[in-house]
């Protein structure tokens, strides 16, 4: 089995930082994609961020210059670094990693569970 855990939402005023991290374990035997979406209530999942194995990135207009994805490989992480929080980035965040697992047939995709983000204005 696979096991994504998302840590890093919180509460913070607008201007603020936050940083998330979303980390993979179990039966992985390759990861390939990386990806963070986000969800405000009454509105649909939305990419925020995305970044590929060979660490090419890209990003929804309205967090370009303010957001950066990264990843870890030998830690099976991915982070999203954000600045210059605004109010409108409140949201669930979710992580979404396509991981080959070790037993079964090809590459699946696999979701964090959820973290809040709060921005105050």
């Known amino acids: 089995q696979v096991q994504l855990v998302e840590s890093g939402g919180g509460l913070v005023q607008a201007g603020g930082s936050l940083r998330l991290s979303c980390a993979a374990s179990g039966s992985i035997f390759r990861l390939s994609a990386m990806g963070w979406y986000r969800q405000a209530p009454g509105k649909q999942r939305e990419l925020v961020a995305a970044?590929?194995?060979?660490?090419?990135?890209n990003y929804a207009d309205s967090v370009k210059g303010r957001f950066t994805i990264s990843r870890d490989n030998a830690k099976n992480t991915v982070y999203l670094q954000m600045n210059s929080l605004k109010p409108e980035d409140t949201a669930v965040y979710y992580c979404n990693l396509d991981i080959l697992p070790k037993y079964g047939s090809g590459y699946r995709d696999y979701w964090g569970q959820g973290t809040q983000v709060t921005v105050s204005s």
């Open positions: 970044i590929t194995t060979g660490g090419n990135t």
